[in-house]
């Protein structure tokens, strides 16, 4: 059984990682769509780089497991991240929730296989 809870942990994981470092990586080498995109969704742009970091030190800090507080930190900033940018494309309507939608699934699977597969 906890063979089963690691991989399905390490799948959720490594399929939410795949999502975040796509989008850390948009942030950072397509910053002119991305701005335009922050703009119609009113947020301000300089968030843009900081939050590209966030993501990635908030996938280290999944990962390493160095820090029990600094992961949960870094699974409750997700999911914030996620659950606000589902909610601004709904809120414009431009269809673009569904990455999301799945991020936050991904997210909530592996932060309860986290418990399961480490226990």
């Known amino acids: 059984m906890e063979n089963k809870n ?3 942990y390490l799948v959720s994981t490594g ?3 795949a999502l975040m470092l796509m989008s850390a990586g948009m942030y950072i080498f397509n910053y002119e769509m991305v701005r335009e995109t922050f703009t119609t969704l009113g947020y301000p742009t300089y968030i843009i780089y900081p939050l590209a970091l ?3 030190l908030g996938l280290v800090a999944i990962w390493t497991r160095k820090s029990p507080l600094l992961k949960e930190w ?3 900033g997700f999911f914030f991240d996620f ?3 589902a909610a601004a494309h709904i809120s414009i309507g431009d269809g673009e ?3 999301a939608l799945v991020a936050i699934v ?3 699977i592996s932060r309860v296989y986290d418990n399961k597969a480490f226990a």
């Open 6 to 8: 690691r991989i399905i």
């Open 74 to 76: 870094a699974y409750a």
């Open 54 to 56: 966030a993501k990635i």
């Open 15 to 17: 399929l939410l990682t």
């Open 106 to 108: 991904l997210l909530v």
């Open 83 to 85: 659950v606000l940018a």
């Open 97 to 99: 929730y569904a990455p």
